[in-house]
Each structure stands twice: as C-alpha cells, then as structure tokens.
C-alpha cells in the first residue's frame, strides 16, 4: 500500500515494543498466559457509506457476504477479546487500519483498488477479480496481523509492516493452491500499481516511510509463496516477474515466517477449523469472483 496506507496507531506500536523475533518456544502455558483467548472472535460491521458513488460498494459487499466470509475464514483465531472487521467511509481518505480492536478499511480504498483493478487476464492467468479480491484480502489480513501482534502480545523484530505483511501471506498461502495463487498474485498486482512515479515523492519521504517500499512489498511477498511452493509459483521466476537472483533465498524466507507463525502465532489457532474454512473460502468466493470478472470496467 502507499505510505499513508495503514498507519498504524502509536497505542499499538507501544504495546508491540520492539522485541525479538523469536521467543521462547510456544508451551502449553504460554497458551495458558491468555486465558481468555478464544475462537469465533471475529466479528463484522458495513457502515453505510456517505459518499454515494461508493454505495455500490456496499450493496455488493452485503449481497456477496463478503465480511461474513472474512469472518469465517479467521474465526479458527484464537483472540483474548473480539475484533471487528469494519468497512466504513474515511473522508475521502483511501486508508486502512487497526485500532481499538477494530479493522477499518475505507470504501475509499475499496474504491482504489477496483479503479487500479486490471482490465484483461494477465499473462500469469490472474483475473480482473482476483486483482480485486487479492488486495481487499491482503489488507484485511495485514491490519489482522498487527491485531494479532497486539491481542497476543507478539514479540517483533524488524519493522511491523513487513511482519504484517509476511503474516498476511503466510494466511493467504494456506488456502488451496489456486486460490492462494490468485490472491497472492492479484495482491502483488495491486503493489506494482502502486509504486509512484519518482518525481511525485522525494526519495527522502519514500525511504523513511515505516512501510517498505511497494516495490519490495510486492517483491516480498512474490518471494515468501515462491519459497513456499516451487511448483505452484514456477512461472513467476520463468516471466522473471521475480529475479532468480533473489528466487534462490526464498525457501529460507519462508521457512523463517513459518517457524515464527507456528511457534508464536499457531497455539493460538484451532487448527481443524482452519482447514475446514480455508476449503470454504475458495468454495465461496468463487461466485464473487464470476461477477467481478463480468462486471464491465
Ligand atoms: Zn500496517
């Protein structure tokens, strides 16, 4: 996402101080140490939008059940108190962000991403939908990492967008193959839109922005699922849509987001849950994403 993207809120970044990576191995009292985690945490909410041109959005939000369908696919999280999923008009503003136990994403950046949304299959077989549907994920699923972070105490070293953005992936590449490569592949389309020209931003602004920059975003997540799968992301290092140069580390990029998922993240996570709705997901979406593909630009 752009610099203004997801700011995150100076309450969450105090109580995610800068901490190791890696903790402590997870135990069974570490589980313990959060008593009041649970599953079916997430909950969901449209507001109504103010601006008009975006109650289109809504409308087809509500029909499609698209946060119910969020809902389900986080409720194996196991939060100490609920966490709403919100989408909501922001001023004009295209934004994301966690605050207070709740997830705002802005019609505006709704608005944004089917405006940056291709309008032919690309040569990698992603479809207009999916450089919808990967984005809207992705950003629902980064500003769920940082509430994670922050419910669950995890420790975090490195900057918290990239760790935000690598537990993002992580939950994306758990889905069924297909699916998870178009949201992994539409996601990284919706970065590579992103990247400003150089004469609208002083490199000054860029480089101390606390995102990465969106380019390596996209580079950065192309590379976890490349380290994840070979065989399923084989084309982007063919297309050289990732360079092989970078492509020969990526199995160690994602071993480290896996060990750290699963040590910090995964007790708190009803496991067979997961996998029942990350099979429900890919069965759901896909009316969703016959309409988008209809719809004319
Ligand atoms: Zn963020």
């Known amino acids: ?25 997870a135990t069974t009292s570490n589980v313990d140490a959060a008593p009041r985690s649970r599953p079916n945490q997430i909950k969901y909410e449209y507001a109504q939008p103010n601006d008009p041109s975006h109650q289109a959005i809504y409308d087809q939000m509500k029909q499609g059940q698209a946060l119910e369908h969020l809902q389900q696919l986080l409720s194996p999280l196991r939060l100490p108190h609920p966490l709403t999923l919100k989408v909501a008009s922001c001023d004009g503003v295209a934004d994301a962000w966690y605050e207070n136990k709740f997830v705002t994403l802005c019609y505006e950046l709704l608005a944004e991403i089917l405006k940056s949304a291709t309008t032919r299959d690309l040569p990698t077989g992603v479809s207009k939908a999916d450089t919808i549907l ?41 889905l069924r193959k297909d699916e998870a490569r178009r949201m992994i592949l539409g996601a990284a389309y919706h970065r590579a839109t992103d990247i400003p020209p150089l004469e609208t931003e002083s490199a000054r602004d860029k480089f101390s922005d606390e995102h990465s920059l969106p380019a390596q975003r996209a580079f950065n997540v192309l590379c976890i699922a490349y380290g994840a799968d070979k065989k399923l992301f084989s084309d982007i290092v063919e297309k050289d849509l990732l360079p092989k140069q970078r492509a020969e580390t990526c199995e160690i990029d994602y071993d480290d987001v896996t060990f750290a998922m699963t040590t910090l993240i995964g007790p708190h996570v009803d496991k067979t849950a997961a996998k029942k709705f990350h099979e429900v997901w890919t069965r759901t979406v896909s009316a969703r994403r016959t309409r988008l593909n209809r719809e004319q630009q």
Not at 1 to 24: C, E, F, G, K, V
Not at 163 to 169: E, H, L, T, V
């Open 1 to 25: 996402m752009s610099p203004q993207i997801d700011n995150r809120q100076p309450a969450a970044s105090t109580t995610i101080a800068a901490a190791m990576l890696i903790a402590a191995a």
């Open 134 to 174: 990967g984005p809207a994920l992705d950003v629902f699923l980064h500003e769920t990492g940082h509430a994670v972070f922050d419910m669950l105490q995890i420790p975090v070293l490195g900057r918290e967008e990239d760790a935000a953005d690598q537990f993002s992936a992580y939950i994306m590449l758990r």
